[in-house]
C-alpha cells in the first residue's frame, strides 16, 4: 500500500498569493483529517471528513483556510490568500472508521508551507 | 485550551537506559489513548496505544504506564536504542469521536 500520499511535498509562496495541498488517502479508508504542525503551536486538527462530509472543521483558523473532498480518493486544503503565519507543516491523514474505538489515523509525509 | 500535557519537552537518555515521557489530561470522558512516534520530515505514526480499563500495556520494548484516578498515563522505552530518537506525541480521543488530541510532544535523543 502506497499509504498516505500528499502534495507538493514542499511550497514556496508569496504572502497574498492562493495556496492548494493535495491529499490522496489510504484505499478504503473512510475518514480523512488534516492537521497543521508548528513548533508554537504544535499539532492542531483543523478538520476532519467522515464519508466525504465535514463532520468538524472548528480548529480552520479563519475564512482564508477552506478544504474540500470531492470523492474519496482525493482532498484539497486552500488557503487565500496566504500569509507568513500559515508557514507550517501540513499533514493528512487517514482512517478506517469503524465500530473499533480508536481506529488508527494514518498520516502522509507532510506539506512544508512557507510563505515569504 | 490545552487538554492534555505532556512533560518533558525534551529528554536525553544513554543508549541502554530507560526513557520516560509523561503525560496528564482532564477530560474524563477520554477514552482512548495512543502515543505516536515521528521522525523528521515524517508523518507521526501509531507506536502503543491503550484503553482506561487497563493499567498497563507493553509491546516489545515500549510499556504505557496508565493511572486513571490520577488521569496520567505514560511511555516507557526499555534498552533505548539510537534508533529510537524522535519526537513523541501522547494523544487522548473520546469514544465516538475521531478527533485526536495531542500534548506538545518530547523531543527523545539517544546517545551511545
Known amino acids: ?116 | 485550551q490545552q487538554q492534555v500535557k505532556q512533560s518533558p519537552q525534551s529528554l536525553i537518555v544513554q543508549k541502554g537506559g530507560i526513557s520516560i515521557i509523561n503525560c496528564a489530561y482532564e477530560n474524563t470522558a477520554f477514552d482512548y489513548f495512543p502515543w505516536y512516534q515521528q521522525f523528521p520530515g515524517k508523518g507521526p505514526a501509531l507506536l502503543i496505544a491503550i484503553r482506561p480499563d487497563v493499567s498497563e500495556k507493553k509491546e516489545g520494548r515500549f510499556t504505557i504506564s496508565f493511572n486513571k484516578s490520577a488521569k496520567q498515563f505514560s511511555l516507557h522505552i526499555m534498552d533505548s536504542q539510537p534508533g529510537d530518537s524522535a519526537t513523541y506525541f501522547c494523544a487522548a480521543i473520546t469514544g465516538g469521536n475521531e478527533k485526536l488530541t495531542f500534548g506538545t510532544g518530547t523531543r527523545l535523543t539517544i546517545i551511545p
Open chain 1, 1 to 116: 500500500d502506497a499509504g498516505v500520499i500528499q502534495s507538493p511535498r514542499h511550497e514556496v509562496t508569496e504572502m497574498g498569493q492562493e495556496v492548494t495541498l493535495r491529499c490522496k488517502p489510504i484505499s478504503g479508508h473512510n475518514s480523512l483529517f488534516w492537521y497543521r504542525q508548528t513548533m508554537m503551536r504544535g499539532l492542531e486538527l483543523l478538520i476532519y471528513f467522515n464519508n466525504n462530509v465535514p463532520i468538524d472543521d472548528s480548529g480552520m483558523p479563519e475564512d482564508r483556510f477552506s478544504a474540500k473532498m470531492p470523492n474519496a480518493s482525493f482532498s484539497t486544503l486552500k488557503i487565500q490568500p496566504s500569509e507568513p503565519r500559515d508557514s507550517a507543516v501540513y499533514f493528512c491523514a487517514s482512517s478506517f472508521r469503524g465500530r473499533a474505538l480508536g481506529d488508527t489515523q494514518y498520516f502522509g509525509p507532510g506539506t512544508r508551507l512557507t510563505v515569504l
